[in-house]
């Protein structure tokens, strides 16, 4: 029983993790083609983004539905869903990432920026409010990101994966622990 119990969860983990890994990809595809000058994509990037918590919510919730009623889910098993979901989202989510910068942004992200930094009214702006060496130092900061591989760009954003995981452990935790009544 113990290891059916946790074969289930972890076929449930990843399909729920697909499906976040799906919903982060989209949203990373928004955000990026935003930042190119579409001020829509953006919006919808963010609002994208700022529902992630809520979807990772709600997949713990339907996690916690295929279970008997009045069952709970012990903090292992819960802790075991958890961090299969999250390890699948930012595995779907990792390759994406590095196919988008091997072969399908060439570096045009990173010149947007660095056009950006370098845009007379933004500088004006920087030297208006006293922050030349703010600005200068972006400045650096994009020319060692340009410099990185598309593997090392799409690690940098497993970091960063890692890191929203990390911060949603807990309350996917707690909603997968949670007894299903009724």
């Not at 955000?31 to 994509?41: A, K, P, R, S, V």
């Not at 060439?106 to 056009?115: A, E, K, P, W, Y």
Request: aromatic share 14%; proline share 2%; net charge negative.
């Amino acid at each position: 029983m113990f290891g059916n119990s946790y074969s289930m969860t972890r076929r449930f983990a990843m399909e729920y993790g697909t499906f976040l890994g799906v919903a982060w990809v989209v949203d990373f595809i928004l955000i990026t083609q935003g930042l190119q000058g579409n001020g829509i994509t953006t919006l919808l990037g963010f609002v994208l983004f700022m529902s992630l918590p809520i979807l990772t919510i709600y997949l713990a919730y339907r996690f916690k539905q295929h279970q008997d009623a009045d069952e709970r889910t012990t903090f292992g098993r819960a802790a075991y869903f958890t961090m299969m979901l999250f390890m699948y989202a930012e595995l779907l989510c990792f390759v994406c990432e590095y196919v988008y910068f091997a072969f399908i942004d060439n570096g045009h992200l990173i010149n947007v920026f660095m056009n950006t930094l370098s845009d007379p009214m933004i500088v004006n702006e920087y030297k208006k409010m006293g922050m030349e060496q703010m600005l200068e130092a972006s400045k650096v900061q994009m020319e060692q990101i340009a410099g990185m591989s598309p593997f090392d760009m799409a690690i940098s954003l497993l970091g960063s994966n890692i890191l929203t995981s990390i911060v949603l452990f807990v309350p996917t935790c707690i909603v997968a622990m949670m007894k299903r009544h009724g």
